[in-house]
């Protein structure tokens, strides 16, 4: 069986894969018949092939199936590209070629929910949804004046996945009037208020360091900290401790929790208090006509 070595630009690389999946499907090459690789790894690969030899795809074969595949799972695959999982990319192909070729494994494929490689993709899915989401929740950025004058708002991010460039629209839309940049080892975003830059991954040490709006930020923090609705597990479950040393609250954390009980016990014990204002209840009118 002659085998096909597919390298691909980056680790992202979502038109060379769709392209490259595309011609090896028609060409009936069953899965395991190729390798998929990125361009880093084969310079990392003493004993690689050449790249511009490795992606020569061969042609379409005379019985070559009809290649249908569901939004679904296009949208499937966006996602799961952006895992940082190297077995994404058999993962994905062999998916398509199940469904290319129809009968009892192409609708496993496309509906069983019990199906081995339709349960892995939808569990990597997930795993690239909840690193957005946690990108979205604990980038912090800090301001720097540039040689221009002009302020830019800087953050450093460590994301499990390949997720900053596909995550740059979340930050757009929220910040859309304000220049910043988010930095990570695997990539750099960079918004100048009218268009997006993407360039390559940077270092911690090319971040910022706190200022005295952090320090206005912690103070803000440490006062509005309820030690009566402290529940540690689960705010370790929503804000994982491989975070906390990029936010900056995180150092008050321990210090917090350890006096948690303490400050609620005081709370209970203390006096009522009396508003400084009183709030006058709202009558309610009665609907309806007046009554004759």
Request: proline content about 10%; overall charge positive; charged content about 25%.
């Amino acid at each position: 069986m002659q085998r096909h070595s597919i390298t691909l630009a980056h680790p992202t690389d979502w038109p060379g894969f769709r392209h490259a999946a595309r011609a090896l499907v028609l060409a009936n090459v069953p899965p395991q018949a190729v390798d998929w690789r990125c361009q880093a790894d084969v310079a990392d690969d003493l004993f690689a092939p050449e790249p511009t030899a490795s992606n020569t795809l061969p042609s379409a074969a005379p019985d070559a199936p009809t290649l249908r595949v569901p939004p679904d799972f296009v949208r499937l695959c966006e996602q799961l590209i952006l895992h940082r999982d190297p077995a994404r990319f058999p993962l994905m192909y062999r998916l398509l070629w199940r469904m290319a070729h129809g009968g009892a494994e192409g609708e496993a494929a496309r509906h069983d929910p019990l199906d081995a490689d339709r349960m892995l993709a939808h569990h990597m899915a997930r795993a690239v949804a909840r690193d957005k989401h946690k990108m979205h929740a604990f980038v912090r950025f800090r301001p720097v004046v540039e040689q221009c004058g002009q302020t830019l708002h800087m953050a450093w991010f460590e994301p499990d996945h390949h997720i900053t460039v596909a995550n740059a629209g979340f930050f757009i839309r929220r910040f859309t009037q304000m220049r910043w940049a988010i930095l990570t080892p695997d990539a750099s975003v960079r918004w100048d208020g009218q268009q997006l830059h993407t360039g390559p991954g940077a270092q911690r040490s090319d971040a910022p360091p706190p200022d005295a709006g952090e320090a206005l930020w912690l103070t803000y923090y440490r006062h509005i900290f309820n030690p009566a609705r402290l529940k540690l597990n689960m705010m370790k479950k929503e804000m994982p401790t491989r975070y906390w040393h990029n936010l900056p609250e995180a150092a008050l954390i321990t210090e917090l929790a350890h006096t948690a009980h303490e400050r609620s016990a005081r709370m209970v014990e203390a006096e009522p208090t009396v508003p400084r204002r009183r709030i006058n209840p709202v009558v309610q009118r009665p609907r309806g006509g007046t009554a004759g």
